[in-house]
């Protein structure tokens, strides 16, 4: 990889973690009044989509979605706006953190409903076949969504009418407070299972970049050339308590020592550390990056603060009227 695509793929890894590490420390102050569930940890895999995906390409994510409504280059004041329920947010105010939205990008929403994005993803797929666009239709995914029956409906029709869909299943091992180990039979591969579904499969550690990328980058230029499915896993682990700015690793679920051990795998400082060690040019350039983003979520936070709530009238008039 040459340093100008790390150089990259580091901005966006450390402008999602710097949003993201923002809204955890104004979190408490009471404003932002919905839930937050924030994907600190998880960012080498938006980071590379971003670098890897088309503007004209679809996208549809999660409860856990800043981070792909950011890499799919969708505008972060709106987004912060929307968290503190402002008029000026992407959803008018009246969705909040789990309900990000940005058509001039095409990201076509975010759900709070488990699984409910994943058919809306095969929808556009299916309108990008018929309308002859070359679109792609990326659909993220936690694990705990391949539990959910739409799932199967989803895959199946994206399989049987060769639709043109990327599934990106970010595996963090949880579902809330569930590890895989209770909730699937045990040495059962999410990958596996889809692949018998008759798509096309490829599984990779989130934490390692090179291969992510690669992986990505394949995975996106099958389903182009191809207009079938294709279901990427990659495995990966959430920092923060499932749904709040704090840390939940004392609650039971889950030990300090794993927490400690995925957290040393954290691919936004080993790359810092990896490019730092390149050049002297290259860490002042990185310094250079930081402030530029610190100062960009800065005036997000500034501009969502300073911003009106909505007004009464407005409550039953559709966001996209
Ligand atoms: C249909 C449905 N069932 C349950 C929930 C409660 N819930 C919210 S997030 C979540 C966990 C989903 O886990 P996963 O898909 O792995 O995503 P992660 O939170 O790990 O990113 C659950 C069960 C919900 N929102 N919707
Ligand atoms: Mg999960």
Same mark, same amino acid.
């Given at each position: 990889?040459?340093?100008?695509?790390?150089?990259?793929?580091?901005?966006?890894?450390?402008?999602?973690?710097?949003?993201?590490?923002?809204?955890?420390?104004?979190?408490?102050?009471?404003?932002?009044?919905?839930?937050?569930?924030?994907?600190?940890?998880?960012?080498?895999?938006?980071?590379?989509?971003?670098?890897?995906?088309?503007?004209?390409?679809?996208?549809?994510?999660?409860?856990?979605?800043?981070?792909?409504?950011?890499?799919?280059?969708?505008?972060?004041?709106?987004?912060?706006?929307?968290?503190?329920?402002?008029?000026?947010?992407?959803?008018?105010?009246?969705?909040?953190?789990?309900?990000? $939205?940005?058509?001039? @990008?095409?990201? #076509? !929403?975010?759900?709070?409903? *488990? /699984?409910?994005?994943?058919? %809306?993803?095969?929808?556009?797929?299916?309108?990008?076949?018929?309308?002859?666009?070359?679109?792609?239709?990326?659909?993220?995914?936690?694990?705990?969504?391949?539990?959910?029956?739409?799932?199967?409906?989803?895959?199946?029709?994206?399989?049987?009418?060769?639709?043109?869909?990327?599934?990106?299943?970010?595996?963090?091992?949880?579902?809330?407070?569930?590890?895989?180990?209770?909730?699937?039979?045990?040495?059962?591969? $999410?990958?596996?299972? @889809?692949?018998? #579904? !008759?798509?096309?499969?490829? *599984? /990779?550690?989130?934490?390692? %970049?090179?291969?992510?990328?690669?992986?990505?980058?394949?995975?996106?230029?099958?389903?182009?050339?191809?207009?079938?499915?294709?279901?990427?896993?990659?495995?990966?682990?959430?920092?923060?308590?499932?749904?709040?700015?704090?840390?939940?690793?004392?609650?039971?679920?889950?030990?300090?020592?794993?927490?400690?051990?995925?957290?040393?795998?954290?691919?936004?400082?080993?790359?810092?550390?990896?490019?730092?060690?390149?050049?002297?040019?290259?860490?002042?350039?990185? !310094?250079?990056?930081?402030?530029?983003?610190?100062?960009?979520?800065?005036?997000?936070?500034?501009?969502?603060?300073?911003?009106?709530?909505?007004?009464?009238?407005?409550?039953?008039?559709?966001?996209?009227?």
């Amino acid at each position: 990889m040459t340093s100008n695509l790390l150089i990259d793929l580091f901005r966006q890894m450390y402008r999602i973690r710097a949003v993201e590490e923002a809204i955890a420390h104004h979190y408490p102050e009471g404003k932002m009044r919905c839930p937050v569930h924030l994907s600190i940890g998880q960012e080498s895999i938006p980071a590379v989509f971003a670098q890897t995906i088309s503007s004209d390409d679809f996208a549809v994510s999660t409860h856990r979605g800043h981070a792909h409504y950011l890499a799919k280059g969708g505008n972060l004041n709106s987004m912060i706006a929307e968290i503190y329920g402002k008029s000026t947010g992407c959803a008018k105010g009246k969705g909040g953190s789990m309900h990000l $939205i940005d058509l001039d @990008v095409n990201f #076509m !929403g975010t759900s709070a409903i *488990v /699984g409910n994005s994943i058919p %809306i993803g095969v929808g556009l797929a299916l309108s990008a076949q018929l309308k002859r666009t070359n679109q792609i239709s990326c659909v993220f995914l936690g694990d705990g969504a391949t539990e959910e029956g739409v799932f199967y409906e989803s895959v199946n029709f994206a399989a049987v009418r060769k639709l043109p869909v990327l599934f990106i299943c970010e595996n963090n091992l949880y579902s809330v407070y569930s590890p895989l180990s209770v909730r699937q039979p045990k040495g059962r591969s $999410i990958a596996k299972m @889809v692949e018998a #579904m !008759g798509v096309e499969v490829a *599984v /990779g550690d989130g934490h390692n %970049i090179p291969s992510t990328y690669e992986t990505m980058q394949n995975a996106i230029d099958r389903v182009r050339t191809t207009g079938t499915p294709f279901f990427l896993e990659f495995s990966t682990y959430r920092w923060r308590e499932h749904c709040g700015h704090g840390f939940d690793n004392d609650i039971g679920y889950r030990t300090q020592e794993e927490f400690l051990e995925w957290q040393a795998k954290d691919p936004l400082n080993n790359l810092e550390h990896q490019l730092q060690e390149s050049s002297f040019h290259v860490t002042s350039a990185l !310094g250079k990056i930081k402030s530029e983003i610190d100062l960009e979520v800065e005036n997000a936070f500034e501009f969502a603060e300073n911003s009106p709530f909505p007004v009464r009238a407005e409550a039953y008039v559709g966001v996209y009227a």
